[in-house]
């Protein structure tokens, strides 16, 4: 779990750089393209011929595509349709769709790690609700896209590493993860990007750190740590950023925080994390 603990620190620190210096100020596929485009520098470097099958390449490819690729697409596009709070409140629920994919993929059923995915939601929602607005169906859906994306490309990339008969070392095989992503980063950024580009050193150095960084390094050890624990733990994490974000936000940027309510949401997300550890443990 050290893993997922590590990236949920580094995203909380990404989220509030992209909020102050690059949001609304470059252009958002660009953004994205840049992203993709550096951590796949850095990881093409470490693919190695022996571990690259093309069945397990391609399986690859399509969670990279699906799980940055396409989820970057609806989750940039739901702040179109949304207030900032809103696209917060509605992302809760991806531990909810991390759960039930990997039963599906698993064909089974463990109602223990629903009901911890139902109270890291509960802890969630006490900790980011701050009201709706009248027109919010569309934007829900649309975050609901980027939710089951992310959820997808997570629990799919356990479950196919899992049935490997040989373990491969992933860093020489997840370069082929972000070329996914890459295609579909791409021509996104062609057909929709608008000539909006960074004005100053210190947002190319921010563009440059969440490409090599948030993307590159933290795709990989978010999505390593995932084939470490079970898909309870890893559905109560998809949430914990919602703190961590917010902690920053408060410490950093001096942000307004409702420290009653995070102190709440908090502890229901640790009373979740215990339920999955311990039905972990009963069940090994």
């Keep these: 779990m050290n893993y997922l603990i590590?990236?949920?620190?580094?995203?909380?620190?990404?989220?509030?750089?992209?909020?102050?210096?690059?949001?609304?100020?470059?252009?958002?596929?660009?953004?994205?393209?840049?992203?993709?485009?550096?951590?796949?520098?850095?990881?093409?470097?470490?693919?190695?011929?022996r571990w690259l099958r093309p069945e397990l390449v391609l399986k690859l490819m399509a969670l990279g595509a699906i799980q940055l690729g396409i989820m970057y697409l609806f989750y940039y596009h739901s702040f179109l349709l949304l207030t900032v709070p809103e696209v917060l409140v509605f992302t809760i629920f991806t531990p909810i769709y991390v759960t039930l994919i990997h039963d599906l993929l698993e064909r089974r059923f463990k109602p223990a790690y629903l009901w911890g995915a139902l109270l890291a939601v509960a802890g969630a929602a006490i900790i980011r609700f701050d009201g709706l607005t009248e027109s919010y169906i569309l934007g829900f859906l649309v975050v609901q896209g980027a939710n089951i994306c992310f959820a997808l490309g997570q629990v799919g990339y356990k479950v196919v590493l899992a049935r490997e008969a040989e373990q491969p070392p992933q860093q020489a095989i997840f370069g082929s993860f972000y070329?996914?992503?890459?295609?579909?980063?791409?021509?996104?950024?062609?057909?929709?990007?608008?000539p909006q580009?960074?004005?100053?050193?210190?947002?190319?150095?921010?563009?440059?750190?969440?490409?090599?960084?948030?993307?590159?390094?933290?795709?990989f050890l978010w999505n390593k740590g995932a084939t470490l624990v079970s898909s309870g733990v890893l559905a109560i994490m998809n949430n914990a950023l919602i703190p961590?974000?917010?902690?920053?936000?408060?410490?950093?940027?001096?942000?307004?925080?409702?420290?009653?309510r995070l102190a709440l949401g908090g502890l229901l997300m640790l009373a979740s994390l215990k339920?999955?550890?311990?039905?972990?443990?009963?069940?090994?």
Aim: glycine share 10%; charged share 10%.
């Design 6 to 49: 590590g990236v949920t620190l580094l995203w909380s620190f990404s989220f509030s750089l992209i909020g102050v210096y690059l949001a609304g100020q470059v252009d958002a596929y660009f953004s994205v393209l840049t992203r993709i485009a550096l951590a796949s520098l850095v990881f093409l470097p470490f693919l190695r011929r």
């Design 275 to 284: 339920v999955c550890q311990r039905h972990a443990t009963t069940s090994s």
């Design 244 to 260: 961590a974000g917010l902690l920053v936000n408060l410490l950093l940027w001096g942000k307004d925080t409702d420290l009653v």
């Design 179 to 194: 070329l996914g992503a890459l295609a579909v980063a791409l021509p996104a950024w062609w057909l929709l990007g608008k």
């Design 197 to 219: 580009y960074p004005t100053s050193e210190l947002q190319w150095g921010i563009l440059l750190w969440l490409g090599i960084g948030a993307s590159g390094l933290g795709y």
